[in-house]
């Protein structure tokens, strides 16, 4: 199978399973006026948003690169990744909002047992549809996937985490904690929020990293070094500057070096290139590799001149 048609099959499975949660969610947070099920409903319609937007642009991050898109279309994929932690964020507070509001007027209760097994039934079919995903990702290397897959892994925990507080809770009458039960729903729909907020802000950095085209972590730099350092030496090639760059799920790696000897062999250039891109193949998905040789003081002369 093609990777842009299980890619597309896989979020295509992953939006109509949204899709159930959500319709079933938003019915049984009416019927049980739980603001903690409201709040895992609106960030489910929220995630069903980006991915139906992701499903139709799909096509684009599979075109190939020409001289008038150098980087491709891979961008776009990190441009929505941004917009959906900032939709992510501005759900949160909102809820956070409507949360604070409802403690403040002296909440409300819920009838815990009931949702307790509604959380457990979710979490059921949340690790049915987590199994078929994670199975067909393994060969998929699209940021956005993994993306998705890590919010069902999310969604897994958030339900059997809720199911269980709300068992607990039905018992809390019989405690010297029976005060907190009106208050019960609200406090676990903040802590939720709280668990979940790291998660969002990390995948907006990294996607924000990404578009203003800054260079990978560092445990990516030395791997990428450790794999180029013996082609370089085989042919003489002295390593000068490495220039990593990763837009969306491409990466971009330039090696500039300078030789030992007086000439440069094409051919040697040729096969060494060669052999650069096929190791960093072996490690990483999605990349293009190049070596282009440069003096070290024409470089270091032009780096000032650029800055």
């Not at 109509?16 to 959500?22: K, T």
């Not at 099920?37 to 948003?49: C, G, I």
């Not at 507080?165 to 676990?188: G, N």
């Not at 000897?261 to 040697?268: K, Q, S």
Request: with cysteine.
């Amino acid at each position: 199978m093609l990777q842009e048609q299980k890619e597309k099959l896989i979020l295509r499975i992953s939006f109509f399973a949204g899709l159930f949660s959500v319709i079933v969610e938003f019915i049984f947070a009416l019927y049980s006026h739980s603001q903690s099920t409201l709040t895992d409903a609106v960030y489910d319609a929220s995630d069903l948003l980006f991915v139906a937007l992701i499903l139709f642009l799909t096509p684009l991050f599979h075109k190939p690169i020409s001289e008038k898109h150098p980087f491709g279309y891979f961008q776009v994929e990190t441009i929505f990744l941004i917009v959906k932690g900032v939709m992510i964020l501005s759900v949160t507070a909102c809820v956070a909002m409507e949360v604070i509001d409802s403690v403040f007027s002296g909440g409300h209760s819920v009838d815990g047992r009931q949702v307790s097994i509604f959380q457990l039934c979710l979490g059921m079919v949340n690790i049915l549809v987590y199994t078929v995903m994670k199975r067909l990702s393994r060969s998929v290397s699209s940021p956005t996937v993994h993306a998705d897959v890590l919010g069902w892994k999310l969604d897994i925990a958030y339900s059997f985490g809720l199911s269980l507080a709300f068992f607990v809770s039905v018992f809390l009458i019989k405690t010297p904690l029976a005060f907190l039960a009106p208050y019960f729903d609200q406090l676990i729909t903040i802590v939720v929020m709280l668990l979940m907020l790291p998660e969002s802000v990390k995948m907006l950095l990294s996607a924000m990293k990404d578009v203003f085209l800054f260079s990978p972590d560092d445990q990516a730099l030395k791997q990428i070094k450790a794999l180029c350092m013996p082609i370089l030496n085989r042919y003489g090639f002295k390593p000068v500057f490495f220039d990593v760059t990763k837009t969306g799920r491409h990466l971009w790696i330039a090696v500039y070096f300078e030789i030992s000897g007086g000439y440069l062999n094409m051919a040697d250039l040729k096969n060494a290139t060669q052999d650069a891109e096929k190791s960093m193949e072996d490690y990483f998905e999605n990349v293009t590799c190049e070596l282009i040789a440069v003096s070290e003081e024409t470089y270091v002369q032009t780096a000032v001149e650029t800055r």
